[in-house]
């Protein structure tokens, strides 16, 4: 918990920051950042940039295409080459769960996990907590309720676990294909239907529908989902005043969400994409500069 809070703090430093013009710092000049991304980002993959070049840091993208991964070099090998090119931080999202954790075993540089397989995705937890301290002026003592497919989503899983760290409720739910019984693990509820989940949460946070779900027979359609577990007006009635809206991005309008609540004024969708620059800076600067946790 202390560490959570202590990061938030620095990120709320860096979201103030992120007002001002012009943007750069040199806290981190002289340090090396490599972005290994072995599955598509937009907000991720840019956001850790956007950070390191903020902060002074020399920034380099490892492209797949081209490597020598393609000549038949195995990863390890590749990664161990990267960091004796002396790379101060290595920023890795893999398909599959574990890799960060095994890199961070062998490598002499920092990791950092952007998202590994079904796992984890501690940074996106992270700015959506910041992003909720903003809105609401607490992260403690809320009701979250985490809607569509958790059985999947690494967002859903590192999340609660934050949540829960500090306080929070947590209530799971969505198609009942997707939201099994094993999650009550974590230490969440399990409700539904979604219109009984929502109605005293403080956040709603809907999680994108992968489409290859849909094709593997979880629901039966993309419109079956949106009529029976989207964020429409329906369901939009059914939240408590004051509640607000959020989704880890990206979007499929009309799907998990109407296509106009995007920008709905209870929204923080847009928030939490500058809140990703704010607290990927704060992680970057207590890794390198030595900052102590509480």
Known sequence: KGDILFILE??????????TSPKFESVLSGYSMVCLFFEPSTRTRMSFEMAGKLLGMNVLNFSLEGSSLEKGESFRDTVRTIARMKADVLVVRHRDSGIPEYLASFLPCHVVNAGDGMREH????????????????R??????????????????????????KLGNSVVFSGPPTLVPESVLALGVERVFPVERAVEDADVVYLLRIQRERQEAGYFPSLQEYARFFGLGE?????????????????VNRGVEIGHRFVEHESSLIEEQ???GVAVRMAVLEILLRGEKMP
């Open 10 to 19: 620095r990120a709320a430093h860096w979201r103030a920051f992120l007002e």
């Open 122 to 137: 501690p940074t996106q937890a992270l700015l959506d907590l910041l992003a909720i301290r903003r809105a609401l002026g």
């Open 139 to 164: 992260v403690e003592g809320l009701r979250v309720a985490i809607l569509g497919d958790i059985l999947h989503s690494r967002v859903a899983r590192s999340l609660a676990l934050a949540l829960m």
């Open 234 to 250: 329906g369901l939009l009635a059914r939240m408590k005043e004051g509640a607000f809206i959020m989704h880890p991005g990206p």
């Open 273 to 275: 994409v500058t809140c």
